[in-house]
């Protein structure tokens, strides 16, 4: 830099002209060569709002509050490894904490990867991450780490960098919760990291998003730390929000996020469930396709356990799977086809008569 006649590893920002040197060395000439850049080199900043996430749905809702006092590490990620390292590796860039209401900024930033580190958050815990690119406004960015990374271009001042808190441990670690309509009925699937004193969900549906109703329940395992899924079929088309509602065996309650499920409700041809009601004890899957489908079939009971499977591949000249449930009770059912044992593509309520 000559107007500070020291060398840069990364060039200083500002939003004034400025003069550098370069040198460049040739490897087979052994020879330097010199030259001089005038850049206009804007910097850039981030920063937005630490609150408290009463609802722990990984969302800044109206009336959730900000926190003050939370200190707040801003590192240099030299290595952009996403890991503040430390020592000669990674280094402290600058040092901030929340303000009165929960807002924090880091202005005149040279443009680079940085990670920023939450310290002196007492009795919280980050809650959950979103990961909705559309939701990125209001959203968390804080992982379990209490760290965010982050890479700043030149002139652009991020105002999204959020950080959330729940009070306590989060009881559940909700890793992903999705829906999907499938043949006119709607299936919700979600999964679990870790539970702890987890009573049970309540599965609600909005038509504005506002109002919630319940509109079912499963259990929850208490405390666990292995992976969890669960899933929720609901026999008939509903278009709208859904959300989770986690209830503690100590009555405390958080939510999921909300997810949409939109208008798809069409009959589809390809698969077809006979006879229902079955009486003779023989179920008949007929799925009708070109080219040849590798399916894991599952039927499942009223509250969505899984009671038999089978691996099947449908052939266009072998259409047809037949079932006995014999040693089945009579009752209501679903059967689930999935593509390769992995995404489903149908779901069929029947009644064993």
């Not at 590490?73 to 890991?83: A, H």
């Not at 904490?97 to 007492?122: C, H, M, R």
């Not at 000249?317 to 059967?335: A, M, Q, R, V």
Request: hydrophobic share 35%; with cysteine.
């Amino acid at each position: 830099d000559i107007n500070n006649n020291t060398p840069c590893g990364l060039l200083p920002c500002s939003d004034n002209l400025k003069t550098f040197v370069v040198e460049v060395y040739d490897i087979v000439t052994q020879c330097f060569a010199y030259d001089t850049l005038e850049i206009i080199y804007p910097c850039a900043g981030l920063g937005d709002f630490v609150w408290w996430d009463e609802n722990a749905n990984g969302l800044q809702d109206v009336e959730e509050l900000g926190i003050d006092s939370i200190f707040i590490r801003l590192f240099l990620d030299v290595n952009n490894d996403s890991i503040p390292d430390g020592g000669v590796v990674d280094s402290v860039y600058s040092r901030t904490q929340s303000g009165d209401k929960g807002y924090y900024v880091f202005e005149n930033l040279v443009p680079a990867p940085y990670i920023l580190e939450f310290s002196n958050t007492n009795n919280f815990s980050p809650t959950q991450q979103v990961n909705d690119p559309a939701l990125a406004a209001t959203d968390s960015d804080l992982n379990s780490n209490y760290k965010i990374y982050k890479m700043l271009s030149s002139g652009i001042f991020s105002s999204d960098v959020d950080a959330g808190l729940v009070e306590g441990a989060v009881p559940v670690e909700l890793l992903y919760f999705s829906g999907s309509a499938i043949h006119c009925s709607v299936l919700l699937e979600w999964v679990t990291a870790s539970e702890t004193n987890n009573h049970y969900f309540e599965i609600q549906w909005s038509e504005d998003r506002t109002d919630f109703t319940t509109i079912g329940k499963i259990p929850g395992k208490e405390n666990s730390s292995e992976l969890i899924e669960y899933e929720f079929l609901i026999d008939e088309y509903l278009e709208g929000y859904f959300r989770l509602k986690q209830v503690d065996l100590n009555g405390d309650i958080f939510y999921s996020r909300i997810i949409s499920i939109k208008d798809n409700c069409e009959e589809d041809e390809a698969v077809k469930v006979f006879p229902n009601p079955v009486g003779n004890g023989v179920l008949n899957l007929e799925i009708k396709r070109q080219q040849s489908l590798e399916t894991k079939i599952e039927i499942l009971d009223i509250l969505g356990r899984v009671i038999w499977s089978k691996n099947n591949i449908f052939k266009k000249e072998e259409p047809l799977l037949e079932i006995s449930l014999t040693d089945f009770s009579k009752g209501i059912y679903f059967i689930k086809i999935k593509e390769k044992g992995v995404k489903t593509v149908a779901v069929e309520k029947f009644i064993l008569e």
